[in-house]
T-cell receptor
Framework: GNSVTQMEGPVTLSEEAFLTINCTYTATGYPSLFWYVQYPGEGLQLLLKATKADDKGSNKGFEATYRKETTSFHLEKGSVQVSDSAVYFCALFWGATSGTYKYIFGTGTRLKVLA | EAEVAQSPRYKITEKSQAVAFWCDPISGHATLYWYRQILGQGPELLVQFQDESVVDDSQLPKDRFSAERLKGVDSTLKIQPAELGDSAMYLC???????????????FGEGSRLTVL
């Protein structure tokens, strides 16, 4: 079945450092890929998405490219800020044969940015 | 900005007691999801509604969990009796969910944190 694997955290970086959080997936068909972010005490919110191979999603300085050949959707940011400290979730989304939509979330990667 | 409302934010109960969580999705969102998030893990789907109908409850422990969305708007998730292993964050999310309008984005509430003693 479909699945998502994220790198384990926590990831601790100094402010202005480069960030990469790895995400790989297993899926049949043509899923969409998402990154959600969860700030302390809040629910998840969409960070960025890509709906087909080679698409690049971007938002708030974060980027991720849908790579079908490596089944990956790694999250990157060139210069992190303390305010980026949060838990990041990679997610796989697809239409099921039953006519419904399905989501699978990764286990999450906690990022801590130090001033 | 429209939000998904959940209550209560925190609930502490003893095992074998009944608990209930309420969710009010964004107006007009046809699809509603209940997720369970255990500390350090990603959200796991418990139940998915399309309007008032259940479309996926395959991971819902039906011997103790129940969910309803009677008028296709707000929803209630109930646990009876609660067990120690039910301690988790219960997240509600909604989406447009209609063919041709569904971007895939889920809108989450802030969650209800359950502690079972």
């Amino acid at each position: 079945g479909n699945s998502v694997t994220q790198m384990e955290g926590p990831v601790t970086l100094s402010e202005e450092a480069f960030l990469t959080i790895n995400c790989t997936y297993t899926a049949t068909g043509y899923p969409s890929l998402f990154w959600y972010v969860q700030y302390p005490g809040e629910g998840l919110q969409l960070l960025l998405k890509a709906t087909k191979a080679d698409d690049k999603g971007s938002n708030k300085g974060f980027e991720a490219t849908y790579r079908k050949e490596t089944t990956s959707f790694h999250l990157e940011k060139g210069s992190v800020q303390v305010s980026d400290s949060a838990v990041y979730f990679c997610a796989l989304f697809w239409g099921a044969t039953s006519g419904t939509y399905k989501y699978i979330f990764g286990t999450g990667t906690r990022l801590k940015v130090l001033a | 900005e429209a939000e998904v409302a959940q209550s209560p934010r925190y609930k502490i109960t003893e095992k074998s007691q009944a608990v209930a969580f309420w969710c009010d999705p964004i107006s007009g969102h046809a699809t509603l999801y209940w997720y369970r998030q255990i500390l350090g893990q990603g959200p796991e789907l418990l139940v998915q509604f399309q309007d008032e109908s259940v479309v996926d409850d395959s991971q819902l422990p039906k011997d103790r969990f129940s969910a309803e969305r009677l008028k296709g708007v707000d929803s209630t998730l109930k646990i009876q009796p609660a067990e120690l292993g039910d301690s988790a964050m219960y997240l509600c999310a909604s989406s447009l969910g209609l063919a041709g309008e569904y971007t895939g984005e889920l809108f989450f509430g802030e969650g209800s944190r359950l502690t079972v003693l």
